[in-house]
């Protein structure tokens, strides 16, 4: 059931912005006559895209903060809950900000806004904004985290890398396996990562021949080092990803003639809050809700600058 339209909340709630730069929203097509959601009803709408029993048991997702009662009209998807990102929202009018990381992962005593941690939840509480998190529940979704780099990177998906067991139709699972239309260099691979992900002070770190020819790609948004074993047998020829350690990016290239493209965590995850907002743009349109959908434009990559190395002699 949804409320009728409500009075914009504050200067902030007046913004003009579009939603999320893909054209009018329900609320520009139907205006009054369109209804606005409570955060229950979109909570839930989100639950069925990422359903919370799918994460990781390690996992802290779900709603943070946030009356089920209050009506959201705009939402704001990014990576990370951080301060940045919560004054975001606040001068966004959002009601709602989901995010794929948690603010919370390992639990809490206090939500003191002496602590940065505190701040944010201070800060979306005291202008009316829920926090909601799809974490590994959103890695292995179907389309999920992987699909999103995957279509980012002009890349045709396969099927997941670590298929998920409770699935019969194996489309669900962490990572992608995925085919290039024409086989290019590791080097050009790695130069189109580079050009389609976002930019960071990182760039793209690349191991292996770069002048090897690559075909077949492993993508895993987010820390991927775990997966060389699956990556391996998989048969590809690269495996794209972020977080690679020495150790573990040494003997992969040892162990075989794999290709490494390591881009930045955050760069490897953004392209997932386009994907989520467009889902929950077309459940909008298909329940008449009166929600406008955005999506960050702050830079999370928590690295600011990149130097090359001339450093002292071998």
């Not at 009356?67 to 990370?80: G, N, Y």
């Not at 919560?86 to 003191?112: C, I, K, N, Q, S």
């Not at 992987?146 to 139709?169: E, I, M, T």
């Amino acid at each position: 059931m949804c409320c009728r339209n409500r009075p914009a909340r504050g200067a902030a709630a007046r913004s003009g912005r579009p939603a999320s730069g893909r054209g009018p929203g329900a609320a520009d097509r139907a205006g009054s006559l369109c209804c606005v959601p409570r955060l229950s009803e979109v909570i839930t709408a989100l639950d069925a895209l990422w359903p919370p029993e799918r994460a990781e048991q390690w996992d802290a997702v779900g709603t943070v903060c946030g009356d089920p009662e209050a009506p959201v009209s705009r939402v704001l998807f990014a990576v990370d809950p951080v301060q940045e990102v919560a004054e975001e929202a606040v001068r966004l009018g959002a009601d709602l900000l989901v995010t794929h990381h948690p603010l919370y992962l390992r639990g809490t005593t206090t939500v003191a806004a002496g602590h940065f941690k505190g701040r944010v939840v201070h800060t979306l509480i005291k202008n009316d904004i829920g926090l909601h998190v799809a974490h590994t529940n959103a890695d292995t979704a179907d389309p999920g985290v992987s699909d999103a780099l995957a279509g980012a990177l002009g890349l045709r998906v396969l099927g997941p890398l670590v298929p998920d067991p409770g699935d019969p139709a194996g489309r669900r699972g962490l990572g992608r396996v995925c085919e290039l239309d024409r086989p290019e260099t590791l080097a050009a691979f790695a130069a189109r990562a580079a050009q389609r992900l976002p930019a960071t002070a990182q760039g793209v770190r690349v191991a292996g021949d770069p002048d090897a020819q690559v075909r077949t790609v492993a993508v895993s948004g987010g820390s991927g080092d775990s997966l060389f074993d699956r990556v391996r047998a998989a048969g590809v020829d690269a495996f794209l990803t972020a977080d690679l350690r020495h150790h573990p990016a040494s003997e992969a290239v040892q162990q075989s003639p794999l290709g490494l493209v390591d881009a930045a965590h955050w760069a490897t995850e953004r392209p997932w809050c386009e994907l989520a907002a467009a889902q929950l743009d077309e459940i909008s349109d298909r329940h008449g809700w009166d929600l406008r959908v955005h999506v960050s434009n702050t830079v999370t990559d928590p690295w600011s600058s990149h130097h090359d190395s001339s450093g002292a002699p071998n």
